[in-house]
């Protein structure tokens, strides 16, 4: 008997529809998410959209204002600036812990999303790019041992996918990526724990440079 995935739920979809939109800038920082207007353009009633965006509110990408509406969430520079430094820890500490539990399937997985990620930058296919990419990152979260480190880092990602989706559209900044992901991979791969610790937080560190200098961040 062949298992059949459950269908999906609309308001899943819609939501899913939003915050692509969202975090790739169509829907930029700021701007206001008229129920109506969405309604139409995704083909839907108000009720999945109004759904939607009080999810999306949960995960920090919007904001409602009594008596005027929803908005894309703005992020400062310094609220980001601060999300970085508790991710950049809580990501070292995943490559980490990754290093020190590592095992044959999990290097199996990460070298299959390499291979992924470098075909997708050399068709500089971005959207697919910074699909893998958060997929790598959610490799070594779970692999870390620690559900409770991988829902925090979540929650903290969430907030800053409003810009870093469009940073990774740059092609300098997509093989400064793709590079590190694959020295953090080795250093897991190989069982060296504090290099995957160290590698993993530069990571992020460093990527806050390149976020900035592409993202549309509020001052």
């Known amino acids: 008997m062949t298992d059949v995935a459950p269908p999906v739920s609309r308001p899943k979809v819609v939501r899913h529809q939003l915050e692509r939109l969202i975090i790739t800038g169509e829907l930029a920082p700021g701007d206001r998410l008229a129920e109506v207007l969405l309604a139409e353009r995704l083909g839907v009633s108000r009720g999945p959209i109004r759904e ?48 020190s539990r590592h095992t044959g399937s999990v290097d199996i997985e990460l070298r299959g999303l390499l291979s992924s990620m470098r075909g997708a930058a050399e068709r500089a296919d971005h959207e697919m790019y910074f699909d893998l990419n958060r997929a790598f990152h959610r490799t070594l979260l779970e692999t ?5 480190l991988a829902k925090q880092y979540e929650t903290i990602s969430r907030s800053i996918n409003l ?34 610790r160290s590698l993993g937080a530069s990571h992020i560190a460093g990527g806050f440079a390149r976020h900035l200098g592409e993202s549309v961040v509020a001052s």
């Open 144 to 148: 870390s041992g620690n559900p409770f």
């Open 163 to 196: 810009f870093r989706a469009r940073a990774l559209t740059i092609p300098e900044n997509v093989a400064a990526s793709l590079e590190e992901h694959e020295r953090i991979a080795a250093a897991v791969t190989s069982g060296d724990e504090e290099r995957a």
């Open 52 to 99: 939607a965006i009080t999810a999306l509110e949960r995960d920090g990408l919007v904001v409602q204002i009594p008596n005027r509406g929803a908005f894309v969430r703005v992020v400062s520079e310094a609220d980001a600036r601060h999300l970085y430094e508790i991710r950049s820890a809580l990501f070292g500490l995943a490559c980490g812990l990754s290093a």
